[in-house]
């Protein structure tokens, strides 16, 4: 199976910081990544998918990138409403997620 | 607006076989395109894709879980559900249903709000 890695697990950030999330996938997956935020006691709410597509609704500050073995989710512009659980998941073999970053306040 | 909503026992004793049931509405299931799958989150940890259901009943399951989990469709219901067998407390977590988009159901794009089980004697 596909193991997803997540770095850093926890990030501190302030408001207005351009944050960045890596995920690094076991073997090759091309671009077959989505990126979901999830906040506490909430279900996950899905942000980007094939790599760095982004869903409809998701603010512009939101980005994806990579392909293969290393993504990245950016945030432009860290905003209040942020700060959360971010999961990546690759679906090129089954399904399986990453550890999880939680992005809390500095 | 495609809404979600799980129904389980909440609380249940190790080696039963509960059953969780995801009603969907605001679409059809039957309208096909899309797969309807289950995903867990143990409390605190990180999600788990247990498998999906398209509306025909062709089902795909993580390898792993494969042996305890079945999942079934009931269009005239409009709702899927999810059979766990012989659980025990490691299967204590909230269950998503979700509805699984791309061309073979590869991401979620909608998901019910999830509901808690808990194996306990």
């Known amino acids: 199976d596909i193991q997803m890695t997540q770095s850093p697990s926890t990030l501190s950030a302030s408001v207005g910081d351009r944050v960045t999330i890596t995920c690094r996938a076991s073997?090759?997956?091309?671009?077959?990544l989505a990126w979901y935020q999830q906040k506490p006691g909430k279900a996950p709410k899905l942000l980007i998918y094939?790599?760095?597509t982004l869903e409809s609704g998701v603010p512009s500050r939101f980005s994806g990138s990579g392909s293969g073995t290393e993504f990245t989710l950016t945030i432009s512009s860290l905003q209040p409403d942020d700060f959360a659980t971010y999961y990546c998941?690759?679906?090129?073999?089954?399904?399986?997620f990453g550890q999880g970053t939680k992005v809390e306040i500095k | 607006q495609l809404q979600l909503q799980e129904s389980g026992p909440g609380l249940v004793k190790p080696s039963e076989t509960p059953t969780l049931t995801c009603t969907v509405s605001?679409?059809?299931?039957?309208?096909?395109?899309?797969?309807w799958g289950w995903v867990r989150q143990p409390p605190g940890k990180a999600l788990e894709w247990i498998g999906a259901?398209?509306?025909?009943?062709?089902?795909y399951y993580s390898p792993p879980l494969k042996s305890r989990f079945t999942i079934s469709v009931d269009t005239s219901r409009n709702q899927f559900s999810l059979r766990l067998s012989s659980v025990t407390a490691a299967d204590t977590a909230v269950y998503y249903c979700?509805?699984?988009?791309?061309?073979?159901?590869?991401?979620?794009?909608?998901w019910g709000q999830g509901t808690l089980v808990t194996v306990s004697s």
């Open positions: 094939m790599a760095s």
């Open positions: 073997q090759s997956i091309s671009n077959s």
């Open positions: 259901i398209y509306y025909n009943g062709n089902t």
């Open positions: 998941q690759q679906y090129k073999y089954y399904k399986s």
């Open positions: 605001g679409g059809s299931i039957s309208s096909g395109s899309y797969y």
């Open positions: 979700a509805r699984q988009s791309g061309a073979f159901g590869y991401y979620f794009d909608f």
